[in-house]
């Protein structure tokens, strides 16, 4: 690969990446594959992820590894992908129109696990590194998507991440939590997927923080009445990138380890197997990942390996009153502060 030549920037407030900074975040972006994978061979017990290695012909390729039929995991997939080529496709250029008519470089790994225990929740990550011509940025984030409701689940997950963020700036997380409530949303069903975890799109280190769609929402207006930030390069948000990366394996393997000998029936997982319906609809409707990797000609069994191996649909489905399938509907799949939560005693 010939990396792309650095054009003068439109803005003084951006700052230069490094001349070697396609490197070393594929080289990262490598790292946290094989990391993840390793430790979720351990947590399985069973299975060992299959590694199928691709070049896309335009530029680039990537490795895609998939573990199914495991002790713990019905299906997972960890994705490393690289790839360049002339101009981005429209999805992208919508956001970033100054991109427009420049060649660009894209990196990222993304991972979808779909437990067998319908008491585990599946989870989702993707970070992404962007170049074109003038502009540069990071993007991503984590979500957890349960069937069955456990606050102290969903919780742990949450101050993990939170943690994570407040380690490179406090308002982080603040903006970054709503902005995965509102991105991880089905708009035709008025529901959020699941309980959320942190999203973020277009670092460059320039304010705002937000740069979403929706000027009128809670990550929006939260960021907006901010004070300016102090100023952030490559360098600072690389290694937030990292830290985000590495937050996974310590906010979702302990939940996974505290919940795959819990006991279920029939019941359960037809209602899990409903719920997966759900990932299917966002995925192919909305994900931005999803539709940039069909967009610029990457390899559709590693972009649909998201996809759950088993689900069902079912015709005005509503749950039962007081159930736990009611509670998630009622306040799992509504925005929740998490971080705060604390246990009934009563």
């Not at 396609?22 to 061979?41: G, H, P, T, W, Y």
């Amino acid at each position: 690969m010939t990396p792309l030549t650095t054009e003068p920037l439109t803005s003084p407030k951006v700052s230069l990446p490094p001349q070697d900074a396609q490197k070393r975040v594929s080289q990262f972006m490598k790292d946290l594959q094989d990391e993840i994978c390793a430790n979720l061979e351990e947590l399985d017990g069973k299975s060992k992820f299959r590694e199928d290695s691709w070049q896309r012909e335009e530029g680039g390729g990537g490795r895609s590894r998939v573990l199914r039929d495991g002790g713990v995991l019905e299906q997972g997939g960890v994705n490393f992908s690289e790839v360049w080529g002339k101009e981005l496709p429209p999805s992208i250029l919508k956001q970033r129109p100054e991109a427009a008519g420049h060649g660009f470089y894209a990196t990222g790994t993304s991972m979808v696990l779909h437990p067998r225990n319908p008491y585990i929740p599946t989870v989702h990550l993707n970070y992404r590194y962007f170049e074109a011509g003038p502009v540069w940025w990071f993007g991503g984030g984590i979500d957890l998507t349960p069937y069955y409701p456990f606050a102290e689940d969903a919780a742990h997950f949450h101050r993990t991440l939170k943690d994570t963020c407040d380690q490179h700036h406090p308002e982080y997380y603040s903006v970054f939590k709503p902005w995965c409530d509102e991105y991880f949303y089905l708009n035709h069903r008025q529901e959020m997927r699941g309980v959320g975890g942190i999203f973020f799109d277009y670092q460059d280190g320039v304010d705002p923080l937000y740069r979403g769609p929706h000027p009128d929402k809670a990550a929006a207006i939260y960021s907006n009445e901010l004070p300016p930030l102090e100023p952030r390069n490559w360098e600072d948000l690389f290694a937030f990138v990292n830290d985000c990366g590495r937050a996974f394996i310590p906010a979702y393997i302990p939940i996974a380890e505290k919940r795959r000998n819990t006991e279920y029936g029939d019941r359960e997982r037809q209602f899990q197997l409903y719920r997966r319906g759900r990932y299917v609809e966002f995925n192919l409707v909305y994900d931005r990942g999803t539709i940039f990797g069909l967009q610029t000609n990457g390899r559709t069994e590693s972009i649909l390996m998201s996809l759950p191996p088993l689900v069902r649909w079912e015709y005005c489905y509503s749950p039962e009153p007081n159930t736990p399938e009611a509670e998630l509907y009622e306040t799992f799949l509504k925005p929740q502060d998490w971080v705060h939560w604390e246990p009934s005693h009563t």
